[in-house]
């Protein structure tokens, strides 16, 4: 449970976005000392843990000796500033509004093309069973 109060404050995360990360990240399941098929900690356990490691003043403490020890190793850890990326689709300066309708246009445009071919295809098939049904009338005529 450490190591995850420890991934949580070095990336800047909340207990909530800790939670998912724990659920999506390969690399955090693995520090924090999970097994790919085991349940993960959930948002209120790792309030919780923190909470009781501040009332405490374990958290300063235990972060301090931490961060010490990886200096001594020549290793930095700083919070990262990069952020975790889904692929949700916002609106924002850099993709403007005309872009988003244009798009949005050419999808439509595309959807009325798919519901054309699909109505010539039926049409097509129903014209085909009338002549077919036309051709078995006939030949039933000569037949009979």
Not at 97 to 104: A, E, G, I, S, T
Request: glycine fraction near 6%; hydrophobic fraction near 50%.
């Amino acid at each position: 449970m450490l190591k995850t109060v420890l991934l949580k404050e070095w990336h800047g995360l909340s207990d909530k976005e800790m939670e998912e990360a724990l659920s999506l990240r390969v690399d955090f399941l693995l520090f924090a000392g999970f097994d790919i098929n085991e349940a993960t900690l959930d948002e209120s356990t790792i309030c919780l843990f923190r909470n009781a490691l501040g009332r405490r003043g374990l958290d300063k403490v235990i972060f301090a000796a931490i961060n010490s020890q990886l200096e001594a190793a020549g290793v930095q850890v700083n919070k990262s500033n990069g952020a975790i990326i889904d692929a949700t689709i916002v609106s924002s300066a850099s993709r403007p509004q005309f872009l988003l309708r244009l798009v949005h246009g050419v999808f439509l445009a595309c959807l009325k093309i798919v519901r054309r071919l699909m109505l010539l295809r039926l049409r097509h098939q129903r014209e085909r069973l009338q002549w077919l049904s036309c051709k078995s009338l006939r030949i039933r005529m000569l037949v009979g």
